[in-house]
């Protein structure tokens, strides 16, 4: 229902005869006026002319919610501000005061990407997205668990992030999808559906990732319940690699990743909530845990801990 960064392929914008049929017969067309639906006619006309003039015809399509005097005002910022990611300047105002903090420790978790290894996480997944997850990993964190995740799932659909223009539904997907893995990603029968309308819209490298993400970010609010990182005695470090001695007979590759805590007077608590994130982590490289099922998509994780 959000018109606002939908997008359509080349197949769809070509079914001009089937939209001039719709708008001529459907009794209501949801956020279609009657004189907009008397313009379709023109619209399809329109799109036939660019398909036919465009050197390479026309091959995605977007959908902004906005108009001329939008952009005229859009057209009058700074290039660096209209530079700006949309999703992570919206997330901005939920931000903890360490939320930078935490965005790099979720960047120190992620292994390099190269287009010679098929196990990196896709581009889509990029530092902007990963930052907005951090700016709001804590916009729930004060509703009760067992509906902090569903609140999370629509919060960019229907929720506080329902609102924010310039961001494709792709993103909002992968940031809802973050956010409810953030929360444990237990939800009720109804919620499980609307959440595989979701992840339809996404790769399985994309799905796995997020959901490896997520766990990284329930681990980290775990750890900092209050989104406050102390700078000067950090609780823990990350590090990460890939690593081809991975599984029982170290033949596997994979993530190996290590979390490096300092001795403290609270060390053996970080000490079980860690031993406790290795096993939430590692659990998402289970091969009965891939996209798709034992054959399907996933990577080898496996989890390092150094307490110093």
């Not at 999808?177 to 444990?184: C, F, H, P, V």
Request: aromatic share 8%; glycine share 8%.
């Amino acid at each position: 229902s959000i018109i606002n960064g939908y997008r359509a392929g080349r197949d769809d914008c070509a079914k001009t005869e089937t939209l001039k049929e719709i708008a001529r017969t459907a009794d209501r067309i949801f956020r279609v006026s009657d004189r907009r639906r008397q313009q379709v006619p023109a619209v399809a006309f329109l799109i036939n002319v660019l398909a036919e003039s465009l050197p390479h015809g026309i091959k995605e399509v977007y959908f902004c919610q906005g108009g001329v005097r939008e952009g005229i005002l859009f057209q009058q910022l700074q290039p660096v501000i209209r530079r700006q990611d949309p999703l992570e300047v919206a997330t901005t105002p939920f931000r903890t005061r360490s939320a930078g903090s935490i965005g790099n420790l979720l960047l120190a978790a992620i292994p390099p990407s190269s287009n010679a290894n098929r196990f990196s996480m896709p581009s889509t997944l990029n530092v902007h997205i990963i930052q907005a997850f951090a700016n709001f990993m804590y916009a729930h964190a004060g509703i009760s668990k067992e509906l902090a995740s569903t609140a999370a799932l629509y919060s960019t659909s229907t929720g506080l992030l329902a609102e924010v223009h310039g961001i494709s539904h792709g993103d909002r997907t992968r940031l809802a999808l973050l956010l409810q893995e953030r929360y444990g990603g237990h939800l009720p029968p109804r919620e499980e559906k609307a959440k595989s309308a979701f992840q339809d819209l996404l790769s399985v490298q994309e799905r796995w990732w997020i959901r490896y993400v997520g766990k990284l970010g329930l681990v980290l609010g775990i750890l900092y319940p209050t989104g406050i990182i102390d700078s000067l005695w950090p609780r823990i470090l990350l590090s990460v690699r890939w690593a081809s001695d991975l599984g029982k007979r170290q033949d596997k590759f994979g993530i190996e990743l290590t979390f490096t805590a300092h001795a403290s007077s609270d060390h053996m608590m970080i000490k079980e909530v860690i031993e406790g994130a290795k096993r939430k982590i590692e659990k998402v490289g289970k091969k009965k845990n891939r996209i798709g099922g034992r054959q399907g998509w996933g990577v080898k994780v496996k989890v390092v801990v150094n307490i110093n």
